[in-house]
C-alpha cells in the first residue's frame, strides 16, 4: 500500500499540497506498521524471557492471554522454584508453550487450559490441556497434508534439541504433551549445560 501511495507522490498532476497530505498518510502507514513488527517482535520473544526466565515470562504471557481471550488458563511448575534453563531451551519452551496456546485460542472452543511445565531427573516436561472439541486424528497423527506450520514448526525445534511432541485426544479437549532430554544444548558449535545462564 505504501508503495502505492508513493508512486502517487510523484505523478506530475498532483498539487504540493495533495503530495504533502499524501507522504503524511505513508508516515502514519509506515508507523503503523513498525508498531506491529514490534508487537510481534515482543510477544515472540519477550524481553521478561531473557531478564528474569521462563517462568514469569510464561506467567505474563498466560495472564495476558486469559484476559484477552476469556478462556481460564492455569499454570503449574515443578518445582515451584522452576530453575533457570539455558536460552535456547527457555525460547523454545516459551515457543511451543505459545503455539499451543494460540491453538486452544483459535480452534478448540475451550473454556479451560492448563499449563504444566516439570523439570525431572532427565528432561523437561511440558503438557498444554485444554476442555475443547478436541483434535482430529490425522492432525494428531501429524499427517503432512493435515498439519499447519504452527504445529510443524512446534515439532521441529522440539526434535532440534533431541525431544518429541505428542498430540493425544484428552476426552474432552486436546492434550498437547512435549519431553525434551536434559543434557546438552548446542549454542553456536559447543555443549551449554541446560541449566547454565
Known amino acids: ?38 508487537n510481534v517482535s515482543y510477544l515472540l520473544h519477550p524481553p521478561l524471557l531473557d531478564e528474569v526466565g521462563l517462568r514469569s515470562a510464561l506467567g505474563w504471557y498466560v495472564d495476558g492471554l486469559s484476559k484477552r481471550s476469556g478462556i481460564e488458563i492455569t499454570m503449574g511448575t515443578q518445582p515451584l522454584d522452576f530453575p533457570r534453563l539455558a536460552p535456547e531451551l527457555e525460547t523454545t519452551l516459551f515457543r511451543v508453550i505459545q503455539e499451543a496456546l494460540t491453538n486452544v485460542f483459535r480452534h478448540s472452543q475451550a473454556r479451560k487450559a492448563y499449563v504444566i511445565l516439570e523439570r525431572k531427573e532427565s528432561e523437561i516436561a ?25 504445529i510443524g514448526g512446534m515439532r521441529q525445534r522440539i ?39
Not at 483434535?135 to 506450520?149: L, M, T
Open 1 to 38: 500500500m505504501a508503495k502505492i501511495m508513493l508512486q502517487g507522490v510523484f505523478r506530475e498532476d498532483q498539487t504540493a499540497e495533495s503530495k504533502g497530505q499524501a507522504v503524511a498518510d505513508i508516515n502514519k502507514l509506515l508507523d503503523g506498521a513498525l508498531q506491529q513488527v514490534r
Open 126 to 150: 511440558v503438557t498444554v490441556r485444554d476442555d475443547g472439541v478436541g483434535v482430529p486424528d490425522e492432525i494428531a497423527e501429524f499427517r503432512p497434508d493435515s498439519i499447519g506450520v504452527g
Open 159 to 197: 526434535k532440534e534439541l533431541g525431544g518429541e511432541l505428542a498430540l493425544r485426544k484428552a476426552h474432552p479437549g486436546t492434550s498437547v504433551e512435549a519431553v525434551i532430554p536434559i543434557g546438552a544444548v548446542q549454542s553456536e558449535g559447543r555443549s551449554v549445560p541446560v541449566t547454565a545462564r
